[in-house]
């Protein structure tokens, strides 16, 4: 410590270099004494320890697994949850060793994502498996981000390996639900709508894109708005079919059971049920549309056909009479019941 030109006491640092001072005949007479005011490198050297020690401090307390590299894209550090997670050591993994555990189906890629990087200086993140200290594999996703001077060039790079293995598995899971989901709603005949609790449709079978004839290109675009005009332009009754929509919403305890009919003819069987979570909460509404118009119009051709065969069975001047293969008499005409003063309860059988 010195005293500055105020008298106040101020820290410095002086690099002393002793050196012996011979005359001409090479005897020692002396010593020379040169002083170096160093303060400031000294200053900035403890402020860059100080930084280091910082940092290192930080990425030691983090649950991520941290990289820092060169310009070059030589990795020159690890953070101990490298070590941790790999069972592996610093002359392992640094430099370009780290690709090892990468697994060989990601290594290509990441190394080219990372070679796209240090040559543009962008940002990177990727998803890839990196293998354990047992040899097993666990997906993480890595971020890259260059580290800049006050000239804005690039000093460094550093970067993040979060584990995301039981996020992949979950959504394994979810996807492998999803398509079993949907393989099964698109081998039922039924034209199948789920919407939220606001009539936003969350999914649909073909079926529906069928049934309701909904343009292609709305359907790409995703507009529910575009597709409830146009689908109801397709039926006789809008208004109604609107109004038990809503009512249906309003009631989540309710079901939906009835006859929809088009302006092209079709008669459209419609059911409905709300979707309740295990918390009690309707999350939404599950839609079913069914094609009944070749069963009604069979249904209407039965029951002309019958009507058209009692007429004429109930006109003739014969008692007539039907039964199944075994004897069994399930019918008679009304010249039957006129003659014998009987009902069928008491007719039908062997009661003749």
């Not at 293998?131 to 060039?153: C, H, I, L, M």
């Amino acid at each position: 410590n010195i005293k500055d030109e105020t008298g106040k006491l101020q820290q410095v640092y002086i690099n002393f270099i002793y050196q012996a001072f011979k005359n001409l005949q090479g005897v020692i007479e002396g010593i020379l004494v040169f002083a170096y005011d160093v303060t400031e490198q000294v200053n900035a050297r403890k402020k860059v320890e100080e930084s280091e020690y910082r940092f290192r401090t930080l990425t030691q307390s983090l649950p991520q697994l941290i990289w820092t590299a060169n310009t070059e894209g030589i990795v020159d550090f690890f953070n101990t949850q490298w070590y941790q997670y790999t069972g592996s050591t610093p002359e392992e993994s640094l430099g370009n060793g780290w690709t090892q555990y990468i697994h060989p189906q990601y290594t290509d890629a990441l190394l080219a994502k990372w070679q796209l990087s240090l040559k543009t200086g962008e940002s990177f993140t990727f998803e890839f498996q990196l293998r354990d200290k047992e040899g097993s594999y666990q997906w993480f996703y890595v971020t890259g981000n260059p580290g800049k001077g006050e000239s804005e060039a690039i000093i460094n790079w550093m970067g993040t390996l979060t584990n995301i293995d039981q996020k992949k598995k979950t959504e394994e899971i979810l996807n492998y639900r999803q398509a079993l989901l949907e393989a099964q709603n698109e081998a039922i005949p039924d034209a199948i709508l789920i919407v939220d609790t606001k009539g936003n449709m969350l999914s649909f079978n073909k079926h529906f894109v069928e049934l309701w004839r909904i343009p292609e290109d709305i359907i790409k675009r995703k507009d529910d708005t575009a597709a409830l005009q146009y689908a109801m332009t397709q039926l006789k009754d809008p208004q109604a079919f609107i109004e038990r929509v809503n009512y249906c919403y309003a009631h989540p305890n309710e079901k939906a059971n009835e006859e929809v009919l088009f302006t092209d003819g079709r008669i459209i069987q419609r059911y409905g049920n709300a979707v309740i979570g295990e918390d009690g909460f309707s999350y939404g509404w599950a839609w079913y549309f069914r094609d009944i118009t070749e069963s009604r119009k069979n249904e209407i051709e039965i029951k002309q056909n019958e009507d058209r065969f009692r007429t004429l069975a109930n006109s003739i001047s014969h008692l007539a009479w039907m039964a199944n293969p075994d004897g069994w008499i399930y019918w008679y005409n009304q010249r039957w019941y006129d003659y014998t003063g009987s009902t069928l309860e008491e007719m039908q059988g062997w009661g003749w």
